[in-house]
């Protein structure tokens, strides 16, 4: 039987997964969060954000619906109170002194961070680090957030195309695609733990002429991409302009249930720290990318990725993404018997 990657494979809770733009969490919850197909609800106590499951142990009420009191969840039902570490400290029907049964306390993920104006979390230990992107603290390098999206495709499907070179000159002659540069020259991709690169020597669009919606003639430059995927299928991408500077984009995604992913992505451009591009057009030219990998993606019927390399045809050109399905393959293989 084949196997597949999806949304909901159980080793994902081994790894980091945003589920919130810090900026889009109005107070302090509780918030609801939907992961891996299960719903939680995110609330901010004294000792920082806290990932609780959705439902109440007591009457199975939405934790969502109660609220934070005295640095407790506090649910809206009968008022059993949960303290950040998941312990229910008090049931108020049977008094103070009675014992809390040991069922009554919650399981709270392992990890919560936040980074990247998001919040990061592992439900279990995490075995490799959020990724590292030192433009983030770095004032040679401007910041454009992409407006958040959930697109109806599985997390790794989308990583997969955020790691291809070779689908532009088809999928994105509206924007970066340059339809004379199709072949995909060699590469190497390295395997480093949990995580994987390779680089790219390619010719792209003028930016100006493809925010123009100029498809018939414009000029194209040469360009150096650098891709480094993090586990489980997070993907930055480091594209060197040569004299006109540097750009690092950021895709990471939070699989929220086995047809849907929501994607946080983020422009660091060096361009924007010098005055010469506004983020806002940054914005629009990621948008427009974004939207023709969309319409693609949103077609594939299955929503996730084969596992057995028999599924599909791989190419020279296809080495990275060939990286991702091994990366993919050892995420899965934590929690197979
Ligand atoms: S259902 Fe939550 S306290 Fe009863
Ligand atoms: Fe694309």
């Not at 918030?31 to 990932?51: F, Q």
């Not at 919040?119 to 407006?147: H, Q, R, S, T, Y």
């Not at 997969?160 to 004379?180: S, Y």
């Amino acid at each position: 039987m084949t196997r597949w990657f999806d949304n909901e494979n159980p080793g994902l809770r081994q790894f980091w997964q945003p589920v919130a733009r810090s900026d889009d969490l109005d107070g302090d919850g509780p918030h609801p969060v939907r992961l891996l197909g299960v719903d939680y609800v995110l609330a901010r106590l004294t000792r920082g954000w806290t990932l609780f499951p959705a439902a109440c142990p007591h009457r199975l009420a939405p934790l969502t619906a109660g609220e934070i009191v005295d640095d407790m969840l506090q649910c809206a039902y009968h008022g059993w109170c949960f303290a950040g570490d998941g312990t229910c400290v008090r049931i108020p029907a049977i008094g103070a002194e009675a014992t809390i049964p040991p069922s009554a306390h919650l399981p709270t993920a392992a990890r919560v961070e936040e980074r990247y104006g998001l919040v990061w979390v592992a439900l279990d230990e995490p075995l490799a680090p959020i990724p590292e992107n030192p433009e983030w603290e770095d004032d040679a390098f401007g910041l454009a957030v992409i407006p958040t999206q959930t697109w109806n495709a599985s997390a790794a499907q989308m990583a997969d195309n955020f790691l291809d070179v070779a689908h532009f000159p088809f999928t994105h002659l509206g924007t970066i695609g340059d339809p004379d540069d199709v072949e995909v020259a060699d590469f190497t991709v390295t395997r480093d733990d949990w995580s994987f690169g390779s680089v790219h020597h390619h010719s792209s669009k003028v930016l100006a002429d493809a925010t123009a919606g100029e498809t018939t003639e414009f000029e194209t430059f040469d360009r150096t991409m650098t891709f480094r995927c993090t586990a489980p299928h997070h993907v930055r991408l480091h594209i060197d302009y040569g004299i006109d500077g540097n750009l690092v984009l950021l895709f990471f995604h939070q699989p929220v249930d086995r047809d849907s992913t929501t994607l946080y992505c983020v422009a660091l451009a060096e361009n924007i720290a010098t005055g010469q591009m506004k983020p806002e057009e940054h914005i629009a030219f990621q948008a427009a990318v974004g939207r023709e990998d969309r319409q693609l993606l949103e077609q594939l019927v299955v929503k996730a990725v084969p596992l057995d390399p028999g599924v599909e045809t791989h190419t020279r050109a296809d080495k990275t993404t060939v990286e991702l399905r091994r990366l993919l393959n050892d995420i899965a293989a934590l929690v197979e018997t």
